[in-house]
């Protein structure tokens, strides 16, 4: 006789608990005629390539596209140069550069526009805009929405700090101000594609695991003027006139886990900063590693922390084996009709008990006595897929998968 490490000892239930989300977004900045401004005009002026990106939700969108300015450091007054990150008319948005041509010369204002109307008021959207060299681009969403090539280059903007909500150049046009919330601002030096900012736009950064990333604001701070720089390369703003908000356009979550089983030894899907096993809904004391030996019979879930601070945990994962001398499933005789089911053990062995779960491991029927063969009425429970643990008089047991269609 040998001890269970059958499948028909072990039952994984995937859906089940999902990934709870942290609190490390928790603040956003409002704007009406108000700005977020930067002390140094040479930082945060790429030559080559650029991404400027953000978190937008308009209260009233600008007459024209050109008049709702999300980030800028671009300059008329000291010449032609730099970039801006701008919506309005309705809901359209537009990344434009001062470009440059094949030869190098300057060739003024040069812009990738989605359609009108891809926006709605009161509603989150991430905007971004990129430039490779080759190509502007501008998304929402993640999505490209517009584009124009532009192989010559840019000139790049070195005469005025970055502004968030309101041009650089103070001495042109102070009627673009961004009316709104906004959060997440994020610039780079390089060229984010589609697919990049998909899978970064609705989750906080670890700026030591992003390359390229030259300026990071949160707005997170939920008090004062002072915004911190989240890249780590210290270029810190202020806010003028901007007011606190609770309301953000995402929750961090972690990734959710899925627990990987063989035999007894449980391992996590994922790779995390922090581990714990636990039992029944009890951590178990010093299970944190990424894998763990079963000792007991149970519900096992994994709860991760990843490089954010951020939680998760999987669904469970029941193990009812250990200890439990196995039936082999060559003696199990099921018989599954339209009205019920049946289990006999073929060696003539007495099944002393029987009890039915549901794939959440709830048990939804139990019966005791002494039986040759044990029956159930399927008419008792609804249709799905159910477990039924059986066992015998010695002491033995086996987990059965049995269908209710």
Known sequence: MRILSSILFVLIVQAGLQAQPCINNTHSLTFNSASVSFSNGSDLAPANAITVEAWIKASSWAFNVFDGTIV?????????QGYVLRAGNNGQADFTVCGLDLLGNPISWQSATSASGIMNLNTWYHVAGTYDGDTLRVFVNGIQQGALPLPGGMLTGTAYPVAIGRLSDQAQFQTRYWTGQ?????????????????SRYNTHLDASQETGLMGYWRFNEGTGTLLNDSSGNGIHGTANLTTWSTNVPFNQTAATPVIIPNGFNLSSSLVASAYQWNLNGTPIPNANTQSWTALANGSYTLTITDSLGCTATSGPYIIAGVGIEEISAGHILLRNDDQQFSISLKNGEKISSMEIFNLSMQRMAAEKGLYTEITWQKSELAKGIYQVLIRTVEGRSALIKVAVL
């Open 72 to 80: 800028c450091k671009h300059s008329w007054s000291n010449g032609e």
């Open 182 to 198: 906004m959060d997440e601002v994020r610039i780079w030096d390089r060229a984010l594609s589609s697919s990049e900012l998909l």
